[in-house]
């Protein structure tokens, strides 16, 4: 950058680079960029850093300031950093892959490389996130020691709450008030809670994290318009690269589910009680092998037209794609 980019502000063009065409100005969704003078400068409008204009500039002209290498220097995976229009890519295989992730629940004891840990969070943070604020967060359980030490913490937790849902008088008092929750637990969860705190407290038979190596917990700091979405599509992609890379993956929602509950949890980890938990991912070598693609349900498909344009048969009360689907 030229001597005297203000660098106060998000976004700094080198006026000696720029050539005017603008692609800066209409990649930016906030504005913060306009063509004075064959140049692109920079205006007032609040700027989301979003990187789109220094995406766009075909000369390196612009740049955004903060941007931080770490999300572009991969360790374990050779990526490149140059766009992959629309249509480049190989959907068939995207769409392969996404179909053959699976839930592990049995892993090898063989540790993950911190590396690969830390190309999963890279992974991660490429997900688009509400206002790009980018409120995420990443606590890497690196071994498992680590997550043996969540995993008791998250079963005194559950011991506590069993203890409470065994005990009819709390459950109905709970109901009385509005709150039956601890009877929806105690159907629901109860049984199956208290067998695997058995076989834990017995021989350390890990039904949470099911003998993981490793685990990842995914919070969001505050300050984030969406915080759930923006943690859950980093999740995403941190459980479809995992896969791509030889990795497997679990989420854990009873883990989340006790740390929402009780801020204590996080806290032992490091992490802070103004950080929410959203995601916790058990990773590790799995020893599962499948032949084929795990089939699903049939969701429901709706298809809207606004009133006056359906151009569907007469008295059948169906569009084409919903009838294909199986859908009213
Ligand atoms: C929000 C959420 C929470 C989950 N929590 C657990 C869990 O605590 N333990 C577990 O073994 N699996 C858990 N799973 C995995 C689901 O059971 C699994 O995704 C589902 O059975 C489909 O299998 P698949 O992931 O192999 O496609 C969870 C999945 C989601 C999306």
């Given at each position: 950058?030229?001597?005297?980019a ?14 005017g ?28 850093t ?15 300031v ?10 374990t ?12 890519g ?29 190309d ?15 409120k ?29 849902a ?18 929806d ?8 809670v ?7 407290e ?9 003998g ?16 759930a ?28 589910a ?36 795990a ?34």
């Amino acid at each position: 950058m030229s001597a005297g980019a203000d660098l106060a502000k998000p976004v700094v063009v080198d006026a000696a680079l720029c050539v005017g065409c603008g692609l800066c100005v209409r990649s930016c969704p906030t504005k913060t960029l306009a063509l004075e003078a064959k140049k692109a400068v920079v205006t007032d409008q609040a700027c989301l850093t979003c990187g789109h204009c220094q995406a766009a500039c075909p000369e390196g002209a612009v740049a955004v300031v903060g941007l931080d290498p770490f999300a572009g220097s991969f360790a374990t995976v050779t990526t490149g950093s140059d766009w992959l229009a629309p249509g480049l890519g190989d959907p068939g295989e995207l769409i392969r892959l996404m179909r053959s992730r699976r839930s592990v629940r049995s892993y090898l004891e063989r540790p993950v490389p911190r590396e690969a840990l830390l190309d999963l969070v890279r992974a991660g943070i490429s997900a688009p996130s509400g206002h790009n604020s980018q409120k995420w967060a990443f606590t890497l359980l690196p071994d498992r020691p680590a997550v043996t030490f969540l995993g008791e913490a998250l079963a005194r937790f559950f011991r506590k709450l069993n203890a409470m849902a065994a005990n009819p008088v709390i459950r109905l008092a709970m109901r009385l008030v509005g709150r039956p929750d601890l009877d929806d637990y105690y159907r629901e969860h109860y049984h199956s809670v208290a067998q695997a705190l058995a076989l834990w407290e017995r021989d350390g038979t890990d039904r949470l994290f099911h003998g993981a190596p490793a685990a990842i917990v995914v919070t969001s700091r505050p300050g984030a318009s969406c915080p759930a979405e923006d943690a859950l599509l980093a999740a995403q992609n941190m459980l479809l690269a995992a896969h791509a890379m030889g990795i497997g993956t679990c989420l854990i929602g009873y883990a989340v589910a006790a740390m929402q509950h009780d801020r204590k949890i996080q806290e032992s980890l490091g992490i802070g009680r103004e950080e929410t938990v959203y995601a916790v991912i058990a990773l590790g070598y799995s020893t599962e092998r499948y032949h084929k693609v795990a089939g699903r349900l049939r969701p429901p498909v709706r298809v809207f037209h606004a009133p006056g344009t359906w151009r569907g048969h007469a008295g059948t009360g169906q569009d084409q794609d919903a009838a294909r689907t199986g859908e009213p």
